[in-house]
């Protein structure tokens, strides 16, 4: 799948796409035509473990309404190999295409099960820190809550 980088930060941009978050393929320009009318945004940080599972049936059962947007984030950590000299980089290069792969599984698997309950969901992949990155997304995606 495609991943759209940009450094805009105008949410009625037809290319919207916070910087440094990747988005995938699944927020299309349909999608995004609906985001900018008032509804509420909420954020999910999701991981495929049993908690996020929890957290993301409570979040649509107890907080969800129809109309809201809600922004399903996944973060990934950088990989870095402080020993790692020439010829390392087609090994790298794998590794983060395998770990895009598992992210977009992952946002996947929440996105089917957001579909299923009819809720209008946008999949986030994040890279870095997720102390961080996962606040600093749901901030530049102006969530409503989190």
């Excluded at 699944?26 to 929890?54: E, K, M, P, Q, Y």
């Excluded at 790692?84 to 698997?109: C, Q, W």
Aim: overall charge positive; hydrophobic content about 40%.
């Amino acid at each position: 799948s495609a991943i759209h980088f940009s450094n805009s930060v105008n949410p009625r941009d037809e290319d919207y796409s916070p910087h440094p978050i990747l988005m995938t393929e699944a927020l299309s320009r349909s999608v995004h035509s609906r985001c900018h009318l008032r509804r509420r945004r909420i954020g999910i940080f999701v991981d495929g473990s049993t908690g996020a599972d929890n957290a993301f049936d409570w979040a649509l059962k107890n907080v969800y309404r129809n109309g809201d947007i809600v922004f399903l984030v996944h973060c990934q950590p950088l990989q870095f190999n402080p020993g790692a000299g020439y010829g390392a980089g087609n090994m790298f290069a794998a590794l983060e295409a395998k770990l895009k792969r598992s992210g977009d599984s992952i946002l996947k698997r929440y996105m089917s099960r957001g579909a299923g309950a009819g809720v209008l969901a946008v999949p986030i992949l994040v890279r870095g820190d997720p102390s961080s990155e996962l606040l600093e997304a749901v901030e530049r995606l102006r969530c409503d809550m989190i």
